[in-house]
T-cell receptor, first 112, second 115 residues
Framework: GNSVTQMEGPVTLSEEAFLTINCTYT??????LFWYVQYPGEGLQLLLK?????DKGSNKGFEATYRKETTSFHLEKGSVQVSDSAVYFC???????????FGQGTTLQVKP | DAGVIQSPRHEVTEMGQEVTLRCKPI?????LFWYRQTMMRGLELLIY????????DSGMPEDRFSAKMPNASFSTLKIQPSEPRDSAVYFC?????????????FGPGTRLTVL
């Protein structure tokens, strides 16, 4: 079946450090892939997405590339800020349904 | 568009009481999802609707939970009777699958506390 695995958190970084949050998936067909972010006390909001292999999604300095050969969609940012502190969820779309399959979430803490 | 609207934002109730959570999806979206988020279990899909019809309710924890979508612009999640273990943040989300590649738009959530 479809599944998403994210690296365990929390991830603690200093401001301006490089960020990588790993995400791998198992899916049939050709799912779309997403990264959602949840700031404290808020709902999830889309950070970026990629709909086919080799696509790169990007937003607010974050990037992720859809790698079909390694079934991965790792999230990266070159220089994190304190304001990036949040929970990040990797997700894939389940074919022929409206459902998203979410990873367990990774908490990022950025210290000044 | 105002986005997905949920009410109330916070609900505190006593064990045994009935709780009703409300959701207004984005206009034109044909899918609606109810999720529950807790520290222990993370984000769980409870039920989802397509064109107002429940498609999959396998995530509904027990018979105390029920959900309805009487029309395209309104859905409710009801817990009767409520228990302390139901305390969580409940999110509603909607999507237009054809246009959005299954991107879901989330509401701000309802934080439920059952005493």
């Amino acid at each position: 079946g479809n599944s998403v695995t994210q690296m365990e958190g929390p991830v603690t970084l200093s401001e301006e450090a490089f960020l990588t949050i790993n995400c791998t998936y198992t899916a049939t067909g050709y799912p779309s892939l997403f990264w959602y972010v949840q700031y404290p006390g808020e709902g999830l909001q889309l950070l970026l997405k990629a709909t086919k292999a080799d696509d790169k999604g990007s937003n607010k300095g974050f990037e992720a590339t859809y790698r079909k050969e390694t079934t991965s969609f790792h999230l990266e940012k070159g220089s994190v800020q304190v304001s990036d502190s949040a929970v990040y969820f990797c997700a894939l779309s389940a074919s022929n349904t409206g459902k998203l399959i979410f990873g367990q979430g990774t908490t990022l803490q950025v210290k000044p | 568009d105002a986005g997905v609207i949920q009410s109330p934002r916070h609900e505190v109730t006593e064990m045994g009481q009935e709780v009703t959570l409300r959701c207004k999806p984005i206009s034109g979206h044909d899918y609606l999802f109810w999720y529950r988020q807790t520290m222990m279990r993370g984000l769980e899909l409870l039920i989802y609707f397509n064109n107002n019809v429940p498609i999959d309710d396998s995530g509904m924890p027990e018979d105390r939970f029920s959900a309805k979508m009487p029309n395209a612009s309104f859905s409710t999640l009801k817990i009767q009777p409520s228990e302390p273990r139901d305390s969580a943040v409940y999110f509603c989300a909607s999507t237009d699958r054809e246009l959005s590649y299954n991107e879901q738009f989330f509401g701000p959530g309802t934080r439920l506390t059952v005493l």
